[in-house]
Every structure is written in C-alpha cells, then in structure tokens.
C-alpha cells in the first residue's frame, strides 16, 4: 500500500478544510489495509487517524482510534520501539485531549523509558515529550513533578541552538504552573520572571528571523495577556505585525 500517497491526499484534504472527506479518506484506507493485513499501513495511518479526531475535538472518536492503534502497536510486537513509543505519545495526546489525563500519563510514561533509552539527548522529541508530561501532570496536581519535566525540557532545549521558541512556550507553560501550585506572593514573583524570560527569547527569535516566530508568538502573546503583562504582550505583537 502506497502510504504515503495516502497521506499526501489527506494533507490535501486537510488543507483545504475538506475535513469530513479527510475522515472518510482515513478511514476508508484503514479499513483497506486491515483486509490486506498490512500492519505497517494500518499502523502508520492509525496514528494519523488519532491526530484527525485529536484536532476535530472529537472525543468518543479519538478514544476509539487510540484503542485500535494500542492494540495494533502491541499486536505487532512495537511497544519498545521507538515508533511504538510515538504511537504511545500521539495516544496519550489524544487521552489528554479527551479530558482523561490518567491514561495519557500512563502511557507518556512508557514512552518516556523508550525515549531516553534509545533516542540521542538532545532529540526535540524528547523535549516535547518532557513538556506534555508535565502538562499532563500539573493538570493531576502534581506540582514538582511537573516543575521538574518542564526543567528537563529546558536543560535539553539549551544544548541546542535555535531553541528559543520552545524554551519561551516552556517558560509561559511554567508560569502557569507557578500561577497554579504556588502561594500569591511566591507565585507573582515566579511568573514574573518566566514571562519575562519568554519575552525575551522571543525577541531573540524575532531578531535572528526565526520562520517560527510568528506562530510562536501567536501562540504566547494570549498567555502573556493573561497573566497581566500587557505592555509586553504589546511588543510582541507590534514585532508580529512588521514581519
């Protein structure tokens, strides 16, 4: 089966926000590789179902694509692999996006011994990985393993270089987690100093003309907003409006 044929027309789909033909088009390829037993299309194309169903907010959907690529990751004997441990990320995604937080975790854990066993330490994989836990984790309340999560991601996106979006979407990210766990008084003066922090990777970006500036701001300036810091979340957007 030509995957990837398969999934240049998705694309297609997608980007014309032809999103119900998307569905069928992913469904329908599916199902077609379940009846030719090709476990490799089945799996490479379930992992994009739960995306599809992830992104439309599809709840009941995306539960039921996460069952079928679990069981097809364990039935073809990936669970410590790699690509199983992405299948376990996308999974646990798609639980964190279905309000069901405890199974997301418990399979962001199995990823996690798969990722720092066989991935090289500074791949962003892992990097993401470390953010969604801890994501997922201050969701359940648990503080300090979030904070450590989100300074593992740090340590990781400091080895490398060009990383200053990722590290001013963590550092927004811990604000909030600071704004969450802490007393006012310690948490006012931690959520200063991240956001500040992130707008300042962010000029940085802007300066070296990263090409994911505009998105990451677009994505940071609600957050610096609604911790208060408008005079910044100002500058950021007077840098977005001249690019």
Request: aromatic share 10%; hydrophobic share 40%.
């Amino acid at each position: 089966m030509e995957i990837q044929r398969i999934l240049d027309k998705y694309d297609r789909l997608m980007d014309s926000k032809e999103f119900e033909e998307a569905g069928r088009h992913l469904n329908y390829w599916v199902s077609e590789a379940e009846v030719e037993k090709d476990d490799r299309a089945a799996f490479a194309l379930l992992n994009e179902l739960v995306g599809f169903y992830r992104m439309q907010g599809a709840k009941e959907e995306t539960v039921k694509a996460i069952e079928k690529l679990l069981a097809k990751t364990e039935s073809m004997g990936l669970g410590d692999t790699v690509s199983g441990g992405t299948a376990y990320v996308n999974a646990a995604t798609g639980y964190k996006s279905a309000d069901m937080p405890e199974e997301a975790l418990v399979l962001y854990r199995k990823a996690l011994t798969v990722y720092e066993r066989d991935l090289m330490p500074d791949d962003t994989r892992l990097s993401a990985l470390y953010n969604n836990m801890a994501i997922t984790l201050s969701s359940l309340k648990k503080y300090d393993e979030a904070f450590k999560y989100y300074n593992k991601a740090l340590t990781l996106l400091d080895s490398l270089s060009d990383s200053e979006n990722e590290k001013a979407i963590t550092y927004l990210n811990m604000a909030d987690l600071a704004y969450d766990s802490m007393p006012a008084e310690e948490a006012e003066a931690k959520v200063e100093a991240y956001v500040n922090k992130a707008c300042d990777l962010l000029t940085i970006s802007y300066n070296n003309k990263n090409p994911g500036f505009k998105f990451t701001a677009e994505k940071c300036i609600p957050s610096v907003k609604y911790h208060g810091y408008f005079m910044l979340a100002n500058k950021l957007e007077e840098m977005l409006n001249s690019k």
